[in-house]
């Protein structure tokens, strides 16, 4: 079992960045794919970025691609999502996740397919 902690998170102007992070316990971390995924009020859960377990493979949504990095570190047990030029469409709470399995994207695209959760950071961009 994977226990997830969000820490990072707070209020930025536009064009400003922040750096997540993503605190795990247990001596298993490095086999779990990792997800950023974050809410907006009155909005669905949508993906963000994934990194696989071992090669670090890497995903973005669109709307962050070029903008967001995901990163870990398995000495650490912490998973990470730097974001830079932040936009006002970019407040959301955000919430890291963890699955096993393949890294392909309709599987870390989607977050019916995570185990673990974190319960959540929120990050608002002022405009």
């Known amino acids: 079992q994977v226990q997830l902690v969000e820490s990072g998170g707070g209020l930025v102007q536009t064009g400003g960045s922040l750096r997540l992070s993503c605190a795990a316990s247990?001596?298993?971390?490095?086999?779990?794919?990792l997800g950023w995924f974050r809410q907006a009020p009155g909005k669905e859960r949508e993906f963000v970025a994934a990194?696989?377990?071992?090669?670090?493979?890497?995903g973005y949504a669109d709307s962050v691609k070029g903008r967001f990095t995901i990163s870990r570190d398995n000495s650490k047990n912490t998973g990470y999502l730097q974001m830079n030029s932040l936009k006002p469409e970019d407040t959301a709470v955000y919430y890291c996740?963890?699955?096993?399995?393949?890294?392909?994207?309709?599987?870390?695209?989607?977050?019916?397919?995570?185990?673990?959760w974190g319960q959540g950071t929120q990050v608002t961009v002022s405009s």
């Open positions: 996740a963890a699955r096993t399995g393949d890294f392909v994207y309709h599987s870390y695209a989607y977050a019916t397919s995570y185990h673990y």
């Open positions: 247990g001596r298993t971390f490095s086999s779990y794919n």
């Open positions: 990194i696989s377990w071992g090669e670090f493979s890497t």
